[in-house]
């Protein structure tokens, strides 16, 4: 019997009509069902569950920083600014926690906000900084920027055939 070699790179005897993919739309494409489940299994492992409930608590907490630490009413384009990362990080965040296949695309944006939080209290005008505020800000970013940089390496470094 011919050996050939079929789409999925597995070697299989006797199969001797080639593989057409003329019929399939690219959702049911073999390779893109394996790469989904790949991320499936990705995301659903114990650490990448750690890591992104660790960014969405550190976004939480980017959010409502402007409360806890007492600059809501001195520093309104951070307090705005603080807000919206925070709520993007946690949303995303979430996505990675419950869907990783569809969102690990936009995971290199989480240590870019990351880096944001972390340079916010110096670059944004009419901002009056406080010790406070900048080691919140610091802290947090550099959280963040951890997390959202482990987050983007789970797609690439996780490999289940190991």
Not at 46 to 70: C, F, H, K, N, R
Not at 128 to 157: Q, R, Y
Request: charged residues 10%; contains cysteine.
């Amino acid at each position: 019997m011919a050996e050939t070699v079929v789409a999925s790179g597995i070697w299989a005897k006797g199969v001797n009509k080639e593989m057409s993919s003329e019929n399939l739309s690219i959702q049911e494409h073999p390779d893109i069902a394996a790469l989904r489940d790949r991320f499936d299994l990705t995301g659903s492992s114990a650490t990448a569950q750690v890591v992104d409930g660790v960014t969405m608590m550190a976004g939480l907490y980017l959010a409502i920083s402007p409360w806890v630490v007492g600059f809501n009413t001195t520093a309104s384009p951070l307090m705005v600014s603080n807000l919206i990362i925070g709520l993007a990080v946690a949303l995303l965040a979430l996505g990675f926690a419950s869907a990783f296949g569809r969102t690990h695309g936009l995971a290199w944006t989480v240590p870019l906000m990351g880096a944001w939080a972390i340079v916010s209290p110096w670059l944004m005008n009419g901002v009056d900084t406080t010790t406070g505020m900048i080691a919140s800000n610091v802290i947090v970013g550099a959280v963040i920027m951890l997390c959202g940089l482990g987050a983007s390496g789970f797609g690439t470094l996780f490999n289940p055939r190991r």
